[in-house]
C-alpha cells in the first residue's frame, strides 16, 4: 500500500462511474483512491464504500487528505476554478474534458502548473484506443498521403432528463452537445487532421429542450487545404448508435467507427502491405459504452510520469486548450451566422458566460 499512488475523486456524477471501475480493476496495482467528495452524501459514501476511501468535504478536505493526484470531475463549468483552487494548494490534477469553459481559465491553469511544477492533465481517453493509436501512427508515417477530407460524425441519445438537471445543457456551466459530447471527436478530428485553420456551423435544440444546442453541424477547412464535416447530435433515438471519424488521404481510405471511436470501420491504402489485411482484426476493441477503454490506459500514463517525477503528460493543459478552442470557434461562427478563422481566437459569448440578453 505505501508504493501506491493516493488519488482523490473530486465529484461523484455520471463519468464517476467509469473512474470507480478503472481505480478499482485496471489501475490497483500503482494507485489507491484514499478521499472522495461530491455534494450529494448518498452517492458519495456509496463510491467511497466501493474504493475503500474516506468521504471528505470539498476541496479543503481532498487537500487535507493528503493525495498525490486528484481527479477533478465536477461540472464543467466548475472545472477551471476547482482544478486551479488545487494547484494553489500544490496538488496535482486530473480534469476531465473540458479543462474549462473559458479559454482564460485554461491558461491559468496551464500557467499555474507550470510555475508550481505540478501536473495539470486533461482527460482525452480516445487517443488511448487502439483505433486511434493505429491511425495516427498511419498520419504520422505518412501512409494517408496528402489529406483531401475528413470528418467526424456523433450520433448519441440523451434523454430530456439529462437536461433536466441544474447544469446540462446550460451555457454557464456546460454548452450543448459540441462542448460536452462531441468534443472527444473533435478533439480527435483535430488531433488526426489539424491543425484547423476556420469552421462555419450551426446548431439547434432539435429534440430537447435545452439552453444550448442537442444538434449541430459544421463544415471545416484544414491548414491543410483539406475540408472537413462535423455532424453531432444526442436526440438519436434510442440509443448511442455511432461516433465515428474518416479520413480520405491521396494514399488511403480510413474510418474509425463504433460507439466510441473504437473500430477500425475501413482502412483500404492504394499499396497495402502484408499486414493491412489484420488492421481492423488487430486494433479494434469490444466496449460495453460510449466512455470507451481509454481511461486506464490514460490515467496509468500520467501516474507513470508522476511516480517518475515528470509533469509532461499525454496532454496537458495546453494542448486540452486546443480542443476547447476549437469548439469556441464553433460557437461563435453559430453566432456571428459564417466562417470564423482559428487564428484569431475566437470566442463564444455564451459558452461559460450564460444566455445572450433577450
Known amino acids: ?134 491511425l495516427r501512427q498511419a498520419v504520422d508515417t505518412g501512409r494517408l498521403g496528402r489529406l483531401v477530407t475528413a470528418g467526424v460524425r456523433v450520433h448519441w441519445c440523451r434523454e430530456q432528463g439529462y437536461y433536466d438537471d441544474p447544469w446540462h445543457g446550460r451555457w454557464a456551466m456546460d454548452g450543448g452537445v459540441l462542448a460536452q459530447q462531441a468534443i472527444h471527436h473533435l478533439d480527435a478530428l483535430q488531433w488526426l487532421a489539424g491543425p484547423v485553420d476556420a469552421v462555419c456551423a450551426h446548431g439547434e435544440a432539435v429534440l430537447n429542450r435545452l439552453e444550448a444546442e442537442d444538434t449541430a453541424v459544421a463544415a471545416v477547412r484544414f491548414a491543410s487545404g483539406a475540408l472537413g464535416t462535423i455532424e453531432a447530435t444526442t436526440s438519436a433515438r434510442p440509443r448511442d448508435f455511432e461516433a465515428s471519424l474518416h479520413l480520405v488521404g491521396e494514399k488511403a481510405l480510413a474510418k474509425v467507427g463504433g460507439q466510441a471511436l473504437n473500430r477500425i470501420e475501413t482502412w483500404s491504402p492504394v499499396t497495402p502491405t502484408p499486414d493491412d489485411a489484420r488492421v481492423a482484426e488487430l486494433h479494434s476493441q469490444d466496449v460495453p459504452t460510449s466512455y470507451g477503454l481509454g481511461h486506464g490506459p490514460y490515467l496509468r500514463a500520467v501516474i507513470e510520469a508522476f511516480r517518475a517525477g515528470r509533469t509532461d503528460v499525454p496532454v496537458d493543459a495546453g494542448e486540452g486548450l486546443r480542443a476547447l478552442r476549437f469548439v469556441h470557434a464553433l460557437y461563435a461562427s453559430m453566432e456571428r451566422g459564417g466562417w470564423v478563422r482559428l487564428s484569431d481566437q475566437p470566442e463564444s459569448r455564451r459558452l461559460g458566460r450564460g444566455p445572450l440578453p433577450s
Do not use: W
Not at 123 to 131: L, T, W
Open 1 to 134: 500500500m505505501t508504493n501506491l499512488v493516493r488519488i482523490g475523486l473530486l465529484g461523484c456524477g455520471r463519468v464517476s462511474r467509469r473512474y470507480l471501475e478503472v481505480f478499482r480493476d485496471e489501475l490497483n496495482d500503482i494507485a489507491k483512491v484514499v478521499a472522495v467528495a461530491d455534494p450529494v452524501a448518498d452517492r458519495t459514501e456509496s463510491f467511497a464504500r466501493e474504493l475503500g476511501a474516506d468521504v471528505v468535504q470539498g476541496i479543503e478536505g481532498i487537500a487535507a487528505a493528503r493525495p498525490n493526484l486528484v481527479c477533478v470531475l465536477t461540472e464543467s463549468g466548475n472545472h477551471g476554478k476547482h482544478a486551479l483552487a488545487l494547484l494553489e494548494q500544490g496538488v496535482n490534477v486530473v480534469v476531465e474534458k473540458p479543462v474549462t469553459l473559458l479559454p482564460a481559465e485554461g491558461e491559468r491553469l496551464a500557467e499555474q502548473a507550470r510555475k508550481r511544477g505540478l501536473i495539470c492533465a486533461v482527460v482525452k481517453q480516445n487517443r488511448y484506443n487502439p483505433a486511434m493509436r493505429f
